[in-house]
């Protein structure tokens, strides 16, 4: 009973169908399919931002990769 068949997945698109008509499908599939690439890409910024950080904060650990001040500059 939990289970979605193909029968389920036709009826679903038949009542999508009458309730929007034929005119409005392209749109509404080029919407929806807009909004899952801005949702994968804003859920992969989420992800990656951290990771960033740790590799930089990695990187500046490593001996001579330390960031100098202001005043270090000054007096070279």
């Known amino acids: 009973m939990g289970e979605f ?3 389920h997945l036709i009826l679903v698109f038949g009542v999508v169908l009458i309730f929007f008509g ?3 499908l392209p749109g509404l599939g080029n919407s929806l ?3 899952i690439k801005g949702f ?3 859920i992969k910024g989420v ?5 960033e950080k740790e590799a930089q ?3 500046d650990a490593l001996p001579g990769n ?5 005043k270090d500059k000054d007096k070279s």
């Open 5 to 7: 068949s193909f029968w």
């Open 22 to 24: 034929p005119s409005r």
């Open 33 to 35: 399919g807009k909004a």
């Open 40 to 42: 994968k890409e804003g």
């Open 47 to 51: 992800t990656d931002e951290p990771a």
């Open 57 to 59: 904060a990695a990187h």
């Open 66 to 70: 330390e960031k100098k001040s202001t």
